[in-house]
T-cell receptor
Framework: DAKTTQPPSMDCAEGRAANLPCNHS???????VYWYRQIHSQGPQYIIH???NNETNEMASLIITEDRKSSTLILPHATLRDTAVYYC??????????????FGAGTILRVKS | GAGVSQSPRYKVAKRGQDVALRCDPI?????LFWYQQALGQGPEFLTY????????KSGLPSDRFFAERPEGSVSTLKIQRTQQEDSAVYLC????????????FGQGTRLTVV
C-alpha cells in the first residue's frame, strides 16, 4: 500500500469547516483513498472513501485532486465531538487482498469552542 | 449485537502470564482483523481471517502470539509468556468481503503487562 503524509495536528473553531489534507503522491490506479478517525479510548471509525470522484456522505466530504496525488477531508461544521485523530489511508480493495488497513500517524484535530 | 464486541476491556497481566483476548464480530461479517496499537501510535495489523481460515498472519510479532477463529465467528487472540513490550491496545475489526467495504472496529482491549 502507498504511504500517506498528513500534518501532525490541526486546530479548528467550533462551527467552522475543518479541512484535513493528505498527500499520497505514489498512489496507484487501483488504490482507493480511505479516511478513518479515532476518538480517545475508542476504536477507529470509518468516515468516507473514494477512488477519483469527490464523495459526500452524512459525516464528511472527500475531495480528490485530478491527478489523485492528494486529497482533503472536509468536516463542514466541526463540533467538539469531532476532536479525534484522523487517518488517511490508501489501499487496494478486492477479495484477494484481505482489505487490511495500513495506518500512519494521522492528524490530531482539536476543535475548540 | 449491533457492533464489534471485545472482552475484556482492560487486562493486567504479570510478566510471563498467558492471556486470551476475545472478539465477537458483527454477525455475518466474513472478514476479521486484529490490530495492535501502542500508546501514541496508529494501529498496526497483526492478522486476518476469512471465515475460519487465517489468510494473513504476517503482522504477528513473535511465535508467542496466536489467533484462532475456529467456527468463523468469534475469534481469540492469545499471547503466551507476556512481556512488557506487549502492553498495548488490541483492536478487532470485522467487515464484509468484497469491493468498497468498510471495517468496523471494536473498542479494543487495553493490555498492561507488569
Amino acid at each position: 500500500d502507498a504511504k500517506t503524509t498528513q500534518p501532525p495536528s490541526m486546530d479548528c473553531a467550533e462551527g467552522r469547516a475543518a479541512n484535513l489534507p493528505c498527500n499520497h503522491s505514489t498512489i496507484s490506479g487501483n488504490e482507493y483513498v480511505y479516511w478513518y478517525r479515532q476518538i480517545h479510548s475508542q476504536g477507529p471509525q470509518y468516515i468516507i472513501h473514494g477512488l477519483k470522484n469527490n464523495e459526500t456522505n452524512e459525516m464528511a466530504s472527500l475531495i480528490i485532486t485530478e491527478d489523485r496525488k492528494s486529497s482533503t477531508l472536509i468536516l463542514p461544521h466541526a463540533t467538539l465531538r469531532d476532536t479525534a485523530v484522523y487517518y488517511c489511508i490508501v489501499r487496494v480493495v478486492g477479495l484477494e487482498y484481505g482489505n487490511k488497513l495500513v495506518f500512519g500517524a494521522g492528524t490530531i484535530l482539536r476543535v475548540k469552542s | 449485537g449491533a457492533g464489534v464486541s471485545q472482552s475484556p476491556r482492560y487486562k493486567v497481566a504479570k510478566r510471563g502470564q498467558d492471556v486470551a483476548l476475545r472478539c465477537d464480530p458483527i454477525s455475518g461479517h466474513v472478514s476479521l482483523f486484529w490490530y495492535q496499537q501502542a500508546l501514541g501510535q496508529g494501529p498496526e495489523f497483526l492478522t486476518y481471517f476469512q471465515n475460519e481460515a487465517q489468510l494473513d498472519k504476517s503482522g504477528l510479532p513473535s511465535d508467542r502470539f496466536f489467533a484462532e477463529r475456529p467456527e468463523g465467528s468469534v475469534s481469540t487472540l492469545k499471547i503466551q509468556r507476556t512481556q512488557q513490550e506487549d502492553s498495548a491496545v488490541y483492536l478487532c475489526a470485522s467487515s464484509l468481503v468484497g469491493y468498497r467495504t468498510e471495517a468496523f472496529f471494536g473498542q479494543g482491549t487495553r493490555l498492561t503487562v507488569v
